[in-house]
């Protein structure tokens, strides 16, 4: 199999590789993300835009940059029937708690979000970064369609961006659009975070695009990661295909664990040198509004709710799991070992409950449908084994549970367990610490989930080893109230200290010239 690498803009006929109009007035900062910055309902048949809900902060954090430039631009995609209807608002003006900006949307028809984001980016990307060759499958990737998005998506940054302006593109999914950008404006400041882990060169080189894909981001000023170790991956898959030298390489901060743990790095690389140019590597976690959630926690509903699930529990402890149902989220060996536990230790049974919040990241696709239908069957065998009349061990919810009561089962659970194998970062970590203002509860955490890095005062354990997953899950249930509380605090102090303000911060920083 040979590898592409060119660069050169998509051949794509008007009908599918839709151009934005040009915006009479140019954006300081451009951002590049594959969702809208708000949510969108049909109210009286009138379309209504609302802030968006998510709860790790993420499009918040981002729309509050605007208020640093004069003028700010967010380019997205939007599903269209036809992209060529004149009727189809392409830009549209905001104005919300974060002032003025743009929304330049991109109409893609089903057909190229289905070839672009579900089978590209889901099928044949998202397993390699996550280091699963066996769920890889290049066979039915379009990439002449994923160019042609990402080409619609560089020009319509191209066209709202001024000169020398900043565009910051977010994630995996949009990795031409860096190189394509050059190409057509090679004035402005290109920065890009990848907000999944990126694997080593063994991993990364089994795409066929990879030289493609690595040019893009190394067109770029400035490229982000999480932790130490991505960007470590990253300069090594560079070196693997180019002529690329480390210019710059620091000890890693004692803040980034930075020996002793499956993803700690002892050198950090902060600079790149190819063809002439100098490419920051900027590494800094995403973290959550630690403040709003505590907000949130110390709300009169939030108690409440504290008090209904309490009493629904009696004497039971609660182990909390909550994440997507996703192959890398590990919630097959999660059951696993909660199956384990109940044989092992009988006298947990009818006194310990686990709770899996588990919701489909894509119900229309095979390997996620399959994964469901596994954590069902698990849960299934577990409460049909142990159940008892006026008893249920596992409780599994697939429905998103609204933040404001996820919070409260945050400070009623006894323990997180949060395993997933292979995980960018996991905001439910900082989420569920950031809860806990009374300083008491237990994290069990993976060694492969990127926040481990920040969290060694979580107990860690190994999802891929029975022993060690069982171990850590034993060392929660029976460790004593005040090292769960020292544990807590030092928990808090790092979450705090690496906070989404924290994040903003450091990226603009990273984005000065």
């Known amino acids: 199999m040979t590898t592409e690498t060119t660069l050169e803009a998509p051949k794509a006929d008007a009908d599918t590789a839709p151009s934005a109009a040009r915006s009479p007035r140019r954006s300081d900062l451009v951002i590049v993300y594959h969702r809208q910055p708000y949510e969108e309902a049909i109210i009286d048949g009138q379309i209504v835009r609302r802030e968006n809900k998510s709860p790790n902060g993420i499009v918040p954090t981002l729309k509050s940059f605007f208020g640093r430039v004069d003028q700010g ?32 949307r991109l109409p893609l028809t089903a057909a190229q979000v289905r070839s672009f984001y579900h089978v590209t980016s889901k099928e044949a990307l998202w397993p390699v970064l996550h280091s699963f060759r066996e769920r890889y499958n290049y066979d039915p990737v379009d990439w002449p369609t994923f160019r042609e998005v990402n ?41 890009f975070f990848h907000h999944t882990p990126f694997p080593g060169p063994d991993i990364f080189n089994m795409l066929p695009w990879r030289e493609e894909i690595v040019r893009s981001l190394l067109a770029c000023n400035t490229v982000g990661f999480h932790i130490p170790r991505y960007a470590a991956n990253f300069a090594a898959v560079a070196q693997s295909l180019l002529d ?49 959630i505590e907000e949130k926690a110390a709300l009169e509903e939030t108690m409440k709710q504290e008090v209904s699930i309490r009493s629904d529990l009696g004497q039971q402890r609660l182990i909390l799991a909550v994440s997507r149902t996703d192959y890398t989220k590990g919630g097959a060996e999660l059951l696993e070992s909660y199956e384990r536990l109940l044989e092992r230790r009988p006298e ?4 310990t409950r686990l709770m899996l919040v588990s919701v489909a990241a894509n119900r229309n696709m095979t390997a996620y449908r399959e994964v469901q239908e596994q954590i069902e069957g698990l849960t299934g ?18 429905r998103p549970v609204a933040f404001s009561e996820l919070i409260a089962y945050y400070r009623v659970a006894d323990i997180a ?4 194998l292979a995980d960018g970062l996991n905001l439910v970590a900082k989420e569920f610490v950031s809860a ?21 005062d979580a107990v860690l354990c ?36 690496h906070d989404i303000t924290a994040w903003a911060k450091a990226m603009q920083e990273s984005f000065a010239p």
Do not use: C
């Open 436 to 456: 806990r203002t009374d300083e008491d509860g237990v994290l069990v955490l993976s060694e492969f989930a990127g926040v481990a890095v920040e969290q060694p």
């Open 73 to 104: 631009s967010w380019i997205a995609w939007k599903e269209a029937e036809d992209p060529q209807n004149p009727a189809f608002e392409r830009v549209v003006s905001i104005e919300d708690a974060f002032g003025s900006y743009r929304v330049s």
């Open 381 to 398: 065998r577990i409460n049909a084994r142990f159940a008892r009349v006026d008893w249920q061990p596992v409780h599994l919810m697939s």
């Open 417 to 420: 367990w949060i395993t997933p």
């Open 151 to 191: 080409w619609a998506f560089a020009e319509a940054a191209a066209a709202e961006a001024s000169e020398g302006a900043v565009v910051w593109v977010h994630d995996y999914n949009l990795w031409l659009v860096p190189g394509y950008l050059r190409q057509l404006r090679p004035d402005l400041r290109i920065a």
């Open 462 to 497: 190994n999802p891929f080893s029975t022993r060690s997953m069982d171990a850590a899950i034993d060392q929660a249930l029976d460790m004593p109230q005040e090292a769960r509380r020292e544990r807590m605090r030092k928990l808090r102090k790092s979450v705090k200290a």
């Open 244 to 292: 690329v030298e480390i210019a710059e390489r620091i000890p890693t901060p004692d803040d980034f664990t930075p020996s002793g743990m499956a993803l700690s790095e002892l050198k950090t690389p902060v600079s790149l040198a190819h063809e002439g140019r100098k490419i920051d590597l900027s590494v800094f976690p995403v973290g959550v509004d630690t403040g709003f």
């Open 348 to 351: 947990l049974i009818g006194k």
